[in-house]
């Protein structure tokens, strides 16, 4: 039972456009949501995260919504540059109950054409 | 200012062996999480320490075991490995329990 899913496993867009990476969970627990970055050989990287009590964090070409009726976060990436080709994961935590584990899902690789 | 680091980098095993892997924290932090990534899936949580103390567990065997240092740096013990360990192994660290956690570049484990 996998309790984060990112449905698309692949996502390409135009340099300079809009990239949306989605994520869906169904632990009504998860309270922390963070969004991580991986490239090749390296260790994920953190990019942002959100509270349940919010609905939107930005830092600069990034912002995280979270619709919790839905169970739904989304990551924007505005404007989308090549640098960002890499693996985007999301993960959850439930930091009232087990703060030090975040449950990740499997990833969607980005990719920003020129 | 050094991030975390892990040895080794890699590491080929075969079926039955033993094998520690090893992770400094970021200075200053001290919390340390595992986690195991197969190929095409992501971070699965093993274990997290704080302050020398377990403070997670995820659903792995008995095989599977951690420990922290006094001075924060962390060991993760497999006994008995299968095919089926052959992973990247994350190690993660963070200021405090409830704090973002920040990896290092992993060990890759082989068993053969």
């Known amino acids: 039972d996998q309790q984060v899913k990112q449905n698309s496993p692949s996502l390409s867009v135009q340099e300079g456009r809009i990239s949306i990476l989605n994520c869906d969970y169904t632990n009504s627990m998860f309270d922390y949501f963070l969004w991580y970055k991986k490239y090749p050989a390296e260790g994920p990287t953190f990019l942002i995260s959100?509270?349940?009590?919010?609905d939107k964090n930005e830092d600069g070409r990034f912002t995280v919504f979270l619709n919790k009726s839905a169970k739904h976060l989304s990551l924007h990436i505005v404007p989308s540059q090549p640098g960002d080709s890499a693996v985007y994961f999301c993960?959850?935590?439930?930091?009232?109950?087990?703060?030090?584990?975040?449950?990740f899902g499997d990833g969607t690789t980005l990719t920003v054409k020129p | 200012d050094a991030g975390v680091t892990q040895s080794p980098t890699h590491l080929i095993k075969t079926r039955g062996q033993h094998v520690t892997l090893r992770c400094s924290p970021i200075s200053g932090h001290k919390s340390v999480s595992w986690y195991q990534q197969v190929l095409g899936q992501g971070p699965q949580f093993i274990f997290q320490?704080?302050?020398?103390?377990?403070?997670g567990r995820g659903n792995f065997p008995d095989r599977f075991s951690a420990r922290q240092f006094p001075n924060y740096s962390s060991e993760l013990n497999v006994n008995a490995l299968l095919l089926g360990d052959s992973a990247l192994y994350l190690c993660?660290?963070?200021?405090?329990?409830?704090?973002?956690?920040?990896f290092g570049p992993g060990t890759r484990l082989t068993v053969l």
């Open positions: 993960a959850a935590s439930a930091r009232n109950t087990n703060a030090g584990k975040s449950t």
């Open positions: 320490y704080y302050e020398k103390e377990e403070r």
């Open positions: 959100i509270s349940s009590i919010k």
């Open positions: 993660a660290s963070s200021l405090g329990q409830y704090n973002e956690q920040f």
